[in-house]
């Protein structure tokens, strides 16, 4: 196992989070079949640095990618100012938006069901706000696009510290909470145990220790096992 990997150093399916300590072989993210993932953080240098990798293997695909965050001044050098959204209001407004885009896709795709379209991908970096703040629209538009958006190239990444995570896990009365738990979900560094997001019992009982900034544990759904893995740095 290398000491460090960074975003183009090795190859696998899309899209790739890191290294498997057990098998030695890469880690992806099942983003095509479910739509939808939750990252749950320890440091922001963490997610940043994973968010930074999916946005470049997303654009290598020429997805269009865009990205709500209050503080998106990390990002500056890979997405188009005009496609980030530092606000609940504007993105309400976008959410408006990006359904209609949606749904002329759908209308594509009733026309021609071979049609294949490219990644169309919502970034959420501070889900918790979202759903304290954000309206109820916003939280239904986002969840019935990830709901319908199967064959149309839609993904939902979301994203918030272990905190504010633990607080999405059980918060009540949420429909887009509800469809998110239901897909893929990543921890990034800190204790194990303090990530209520999946799981990980399993793995905590062979690898105690605080999880380092670059390391994570991944799990598809929740039928499958959890994958400890080191972390593809984005730059």
């Known amino acids: 196992m290398p000491e460090e990997s960074f ?5 696998g399916k899309t899209y790739l989070l890191g290294l498997d300590y ?13 739509r939808s993932i939750m990252i749950s953080y320890f440091k922001k240098e963490s997610n940043v640095s994973l968010l930074r990798s999916l946005i470049k293997q997303i654009q290598e ?3 269009e990618i865009y990205l709500y965050r209050e503080k998106p001044e990390r990002y500056d050098d890979l997405l188009d100012p005009s496609h980030i959204i530092s606000n609940l ?6 959410l408006m938006e990006m359904a209609q885009m949606l749904k002329q896709r759908q209308q594509e795709l009733r026309q021609n069901p071979a049609a294949a379209f490219k990644p169309l991908v919502m970034i959420i970096d501070g889900l918790a706000k979202i759903m304290k703040e954000g309206t109820v629209e916003t939280n239904q538009r986002l969840e019935v696009f990830v709901r319908l958006g199967e064959g149309i190239g839609f993904m939902l990444i979301t994203a918030d510290t272990l905190e504010e ?11 887009l909470a509800v469809t998110l738990r239901k897909g893929p979900k990543l921890i990034l560094g800190g204790s194990i145990n303090s990530h209520q997001l999946i799981s990980s019992l399993d793995i905590s ?31």
Request: proline letters at 3%; zero cysteines; hydrophobic letters at 30%.
């Open 7 to 11: 975003y183009g150093d090795f190859h």
């Open 22 to 34: 057990t098998e030695v072989q890469s880690v992806s993210a099942n983003l095509k079949d479910y």
């Open 61 to 63: 695909e020429d997805g």
């Open 89 to 94: 209001t504007d993105l309400d407004a976008f």
């Open 165 to 175: 995570m633990n607080y999405v896990k059980f918060i009540g009365g949420n429909i």
């Open 205 to 235: 009982s062979t690898h105690p220790q605080p999880l380092k900034w670059d390391e994570g544990i991944y799990q598809e759904n929740e039928n499958e096992g959890n994958i400890f893995f080191k972390l593809m740095q984005g730059d």
